[in-house]
T-cell receptor, first 116, second 109 residues
């Protein structure tokens, strides 16, 4: 693989169910991010990780959790999905560093999630 | 609050030049990014400005004025494949990207 992969590509989910969106990068980037993209709105940051073992909350973290057990993987979990979480979810990564970085973010292909 | 403004939609003709504007109000500034996003695809990096002035990269150029909170993306010799959304994003004092809603550019033959 090269770059960032996300799985699944799309998913229809019943409200109340638990769901984990997967993200893997092979660029050995330190920083990783989860965004959601909704029509008419800019990308909104859900959670981020500056380096393996650390995570932080973004603009819209409620209802979502993340973990960063290693450099390559950054899964996003919806503990109990609600219809307002219907969105396109993008994972991204950047070279980054432990504190602060202004480098370019590279995006995965996205996961289209529908919660009914 | 933090805010990024850009036009919702623009139309231009193949072969022409188009300028997409972006104004911003953010808590701190650590650079401005432009990304291109084709429908149903991921955003891809176009340019980064942190100092005032014009950065040229082939058919695409990006300008920044920090004192005015203003940037533009200039696309020359438009091609049909340039039909996409163009996203402006500012990195704030916490090194988080604040995104505009994007400008959908429609290219007509």
């Amino acid at each position: 693989i090269a770059g960032i992969t996300q799985a699944p590509t799309s998913q229809i989910l019943a409200a109340g169910r638990r769901m984990t969106l997967r993200c893997t990068q092979d660029m050995r980037h330190n920083a990783m991010y989860w965004y959601r993209q909704d029509l008419g709105l800019g990308l909104r940051l859900i959670h981020y990780s500056n380096t393996a073992g650390t995570t932080g909350k973004g603009e819209v973290p409620d209802g979502y959790s993340v973990s960063r057990a290693n450099t390559d993987d950054f899964p996003l979990t919806l503990a109990s999905a609600v219809p307002s979480q219907t969105s396109v979810y993008f994972c991204a990564s950047s070279e980054g560093g432990p504190t602060g970085h202004t480098d370019t973010q590279y995006f995965g292909p996205g996961t289209r999630l529908t919660v009914l | 609050g933090q805010n990024i403004d850009q036009p919702t939609e623009m139309t231009a003709t193949e072969g022409a030049i188009v300028q997409i504007n972006c104004t911003y109000q953010t808590s701190g500034f650590n650079g401005l990014f432009w990304y291109q996003q084709h429908a149903g695809e991921a955003p891809t990096f176009l340019s980064y400005n942190v100092l005032d002035g014009l950065e040229e990269k082939g058919r695409f150029s990006s300008f920044l004025s920090r004192s005015k909170g203003y940037s533009y993306l200039l696309l020359k010799e438009l091609q049909m494949k340039d039909s996409a959304s163009y996203l402006c994003a500012v990195m704030d004092s916490n090194y988080q990207l604040i995104w505009g809603a994007g400008t959908k550019l429609i290219i007509k033959p």
